[in-house]
């Protein structure tokens, strides 16, 4: 459960901006101050550890999104009790730092939910479609030539991670009229409704017109999609990555590209966050559609995004934690 709760005076400290209004945040502040708590707000990311540390040194709880949080930071910050991520992903944080400290970490998982399977169709119909192609064609006066099509009616669509986004983009791609293939070996519900087929990882690859990936980022799933796995798709099929960039060996699946092993390429998360490098093999390599990771970045999204923050908070200081992963 993490330290025990100081009662009232808890000086909340959010370090970095996560996109809500300062007519919202002033809300959460004097619903917070009502209570006998303080929040601190920053309206820009610290810049380095040592600024870090001056935030958050004397916070009992702090608010982060996705600015990484190294151990340093956390073991100088003496009276930081919980953390609560306006993120899914919390692998940015140095999590054995907070286990050693016994600081409670809460994550907002699923305030995205939507975005991100919207996001992940949105590369799907531009890769079958020539979307971004087509618009160049238009503006430089040439014609459809060489931009027919696919639908998407009727093709294997590959989920690999059929979680809660995984289930979302099932469900949009059904009705689309796609065949569901699924690497996860449990029983779903949806995947009842949908008719859903359960396939080992490597005959999902093998079966699948499109694949789409929503794991999570852990040492099971670094290189998940790698040199082995790219070989295994059709000629004609696609990837679209929208879950973490180390998920996917990114040389390798620039090389399969550019010798056209595979179709295209829809990116999302890169093994950095945004910018990336000009040398990264992915924006040069044939046939991808990059966007600078804004799967999750939905003005709605961000809304929801911040109740869960301050619920989370709420639920710890009335000692029924939630969203924990810590």
């Not at 909340?12 to 303080?38: F, T």
């Not at 991520?85 to 692998?91: E, L, P």
């Not at 690859?205 to 990936?213: A, G, R």
Request: a negative charge.
């Amino acid at each position: 459960m993490g330290k025990i709760l100081g009662g009232d005076n808890m000086k909340i400290v959010m370090v970095e901006p996560i996109n809500i209004s300062m007519m919202k945040i002033e809300e959460y502040r004097q619903q917070l101050e009502a209570e006998g708590h303080q929040l601190i707000a920053y309206s820009s990311r610290a810049e380095n550890d040592q600024e870090m540390i001056k935030r958050v040194k004397e916070a009992d709880i702090l608010i982060i999104a996705n600015q990484p949080l190294s151990a340093k930071v956390i073991n100088a910050s003496k009276d930081l009790k919980m953390i609560s991520v306006a993120f899914t992903g919390f692998d940015h944080i140095a999590m054995e730092a907070c286990r050693e400290n016994d600081i409670l970490v809460s994550n907002s998982s699923g305030y995205a939910n939507q975005a991100v399977a919207e996001l992940a169709f949105g590369l799907v119909i531009n890769l079958m479609r020539n979307i971004k192609d087509s618009d160049g064609a238009v503006r430089v006066g040439k014609t459809r030539k060489n931009l027919i099509g696919n639908e998407l009616f009727g093709k294997n669509f590959g989920i690999i991670g059929f979680g809660s986004i995984g289930q979302k983009t099932a469900k949009i791609a059904a009705a689309f009229g796609c065949n569901i293939l699924v690497d996860d070996h449990k029983q779903h519900k949806l995947g009842e409704e949908l008719g859903v087929e359960y396939l080992p990882i490597d005959k999902l690859m093998q079966n699948s017109d499109i694949v789409s990936l929503h794991v999570p980022l852990k040492d099971s799933t670094v290189d998940l999609i790698g040199v082995e796995e790219i070989a295994l798709m059709k000629k004609d099929a696609i990837l679209i990555n929208t879950a973490r960039g180390p998920v996917v060996n990114s040389e390798a699946l620039a090389e399969a590209l550019n010798n056209e092993k595979i179709a295209g390429a829809g990116i999302d998360v890169f093994e950095m966050e945004p910018p990336i490098p000009s040398d990264h093999p992915l924006l040069n390599a044939k046939n991808t559609i990059l966007t600078p990771h804004t799967a999750f970045a939905t003005e709605e999204a961000f809304i929801k995004r911040a109740e869960i923050v301050f619920d989370n908070i709420e639920a710890w200081l009335a000692e029924k934690p939630q969203n924990v992963v810590s």
